[in-house]
């Protein structure tokens, strides 16, 4: 048996642990490496999503956050401008993850079971991941961070798509969405939920989510080096930030302190300019319209602060970025890992702060939770220690016991400049930034990349990266073939060829197929169309002077989504209302 095989059927052992006998055997098949790869040449690849952010939040995308570490890896690499996610959380891990349509792994919504075959909100059985895939072919796998892809997220209950039955080898995150920064729901190392202070491996005097995802992905690379380092790995980094709540350390948010006391609009101008000046967007563009109006508003003070603390949220993850390149260039691997940073949808409009909220307590007023005392929910009532949560004012956001979004003006702003939030599947929704860096394959160098892609080309690319291969078959059911394209080519500068691009969440629609977009609001909101080349802004509708061209795609629409499992839409028969 010659060294490459040796390797693979070392790498079936760990592999026949964790899958069901039908998954080992096409890990087994996908363990056949091709002809002239080899383990040690092959890159890392470190897969980085952020959570409910816009397109002009990073530096390095016309914004005024201080993201030094995710500017200096776009100035070394890539950066694409019209890169495609699916407008919300869940859906878009899975199809990140399986490099399929959502609704065809069976999330099109999210974790609730609606007992439909692509509403499921459970991973399906005719889907794999990327770590799995990687692992069959010799990659050690890494998880840190948001799981958020099962409907089954109790301590003591079904783990079979839990990140370790997916394909990790390590994982040290959570396994639902959205939580507090200081005590996070569901907080798992491996199989077993912890807390933060029962945690055995990692111990911090003040301990911050963003930062625990952060300093565990760097552990889980010192870690690999030490151990495994004759194998190439796979990580997924999955944060929580910048979704609300509006949690930061005060020393983070110090730093953007009367940073946006000018309002939405000015913030949102500064924005717009520099992204032209970037050549991120078309001068001729013009910009959607401005939610919100800062002279109406009452409690200036409260209103800029929720913006000074998402900006620290911000600041928190591109610091602890840093430090994870810092492992990759102690180890000496930063030359040949594929790092790919995005986000999972755009900026978030949704709104949950109240008023006559009472000022907090001197003394905690709710019993505390003791060291061992889980956290299972999104929304706790308490912090850790006793003090009832704060949703709104008078009280400033960013401590352990506040809870609040930032609201639709500054959601607005960071979806500069873009129509529409998370949900929706107008540009505003669905844009996300895209950095791609390896110094030892990429020789653009800072340039920008306007071939448009979408989540489901992060699958095809890792496999064709790693030499890997994609299984025909897994536990007896077929898997479904992947949806995506290699990202490969358009690093050098070539077309993406494919037919179209496709979305729905919640009744919301659209297709992007060459320059022409049709897009729908909700499912009984009528077709628009939009020339992407012109006013990729989508804020010139051409329906009514195409309407043969709205015909054909719409049926091209109708089409894709009787095969990929979205219909019946919306089956809980709700409408999104703005």
């Not at 040449?41 to 570490?69: A, H, K, W």
């Not at 069959?136 to 039955?165: E, F, I, R």
């Not at 003791?370 to 709104?392: I, N």
Request: aromatic share 10%.
């Amino acid at each position: 048996m010659d060294v490459k095989r040796a390797i693979a059927a070392l790498s079936m052992v760990v592999t026949c642990t964790l899958l069901p006998c039908g998954r080992a055997k096409a890990a087994q098949e996908s363990a056949r490496l091709p002809e002239g790869s080899s383990i040690t040449g092959r890159p890392n690849i470190i897969v980085i999503l952020s959570d409910d952010m816009g397109f002009s939040d990073l530096g390095c995308y016309g914004g005024e956050i201080q993201t030094p570490n995710l500017d200096r890896l776009a100035a070394g690499g890539l950066r694409f401008t019209q890169f495609y996610n699916t407008a919300r959380c869940c859906p878009t891990r899975a199809s990140l993850l399986t490099g399929l349509y959502p609704h065809q792994a069976g999330i099109g919504h999210m974790t609730g079971d609606d007992k439909l075959e692509g509403y499921r909100g459970d991973l399906n059985d005719r889907s794999v991941t990327i770590a799995e895939v990687l692992r069959s072919a010799g990659y050690s796998t890494y998880m840190a961070g948001k799981w958020h892809v099962t409907k089954y997220a109790k301590p003591d209950g079904d783990k079979h798509n839990w990140p370790l039955q997916r394909g990790f080898d390590r994982f040290y995150g959570t396994i639902i969405g959205g939580g507090s920064y200081y005590d996070p729901g569901t907080l798992t190392r491996d199989n077993a939920m912890i807390t933060p202070l029962n945690d055995p491996e990692y111990k911090t005097p003040e301990f911050y989510y963003t930062n625990a995802i952060s300093d565990n992905a760097a552990k889980f690379i010192r870690d690999h080096l030490e151990k495994s380092a004759a194998k190439p790995f796979f990580m997924y980094v999955a944060y929580t930030a910048a979704h609300w709540p509006m949690h930061a350390l005060e020393k983070d948010t110090a730093k953007y302190k009367g940073k946006y006391d000018c309002g939405y609009a000015e913030v949102r101008r500064r924005r717009f300019e520099r992204m032209k000046d970037l050549g991120l967007i078309d001068r001729k563009w013009d910009l959607s319209p401005l939610a919100g109006e800062w002279d109406r508003v009452e409690n200036k003070a409260w209103e800029a602060r929720c913006m000074e603390v998402y900006a620290a949220m911000v600041d928190a993850m591109d610091q602890g970025i840093g430090r994870i390149v810092l492992e990759l260039e102690k180890g000496g691997q930063l030359e040949n890992t594929l790092i790919l940073f995005l986000q999972d949808n755009g900026g978030c409009a949704e709104s949950m702060w109240r008023t006559g909220n009472h000022p907090r307590p001197e003394k905690p007023t709710l019993e505390p939770l003791g060291p061992d005392a889980l956290q299972l929910v999104v929304t706790p009532d308490r912090s850790r220690d006793g003090y009832p949560m704060l949703m709104g004012p008078p009280e400033l956001p960013g401590p352990r016991d506040t809870y609040v979004t930032y609201g639709k003006s500054w959601a607005n702003v960071s979806n500069t400049p873009f129509r529409e939030y998370k949900h929706w599947v107008h540009e505003g929704g669905v844009s996300t930034p895209l950095i791609a860096h390896w110094p030892k394959r990429l020789r653009r160098k800072g340039e920008l990349e306007h071939t448009p892609g979408h989540l489901i080309d992060i699958m095809a690319t890792c496999v064709e990266v790693a030499g890997a291969t994609y299984p025909s078959e897994a536990g007896g059911k077929a898997i479904q073939p992947m949806e995506g394209r290699s990202l490969l080519g358009a690093f050098d500068g070539k077309a993406i060829a494919r037919d179209a691009l496709y979305w729905e969440h919640e009744g919301n629609r659209a297709i992007r197929a060459g320059k022409w977009k049709l897009v729908a609001r909700g499912k009984k909101g009528a077709w628009e169309l939009h020339d992407m080349e012109a006013d990729r802004t989508e804020m010139h509708d051409l329906a009514a002077r195409f309407p043969d061209l709205v015909k054909e795609l719409a049926a091209k629409w109708e089409k894709w989504a009787e095969r990929a499992n979205v219909l019946p839409l919306t089956p809980w028969e709700k409408e999104k209302e703005k």
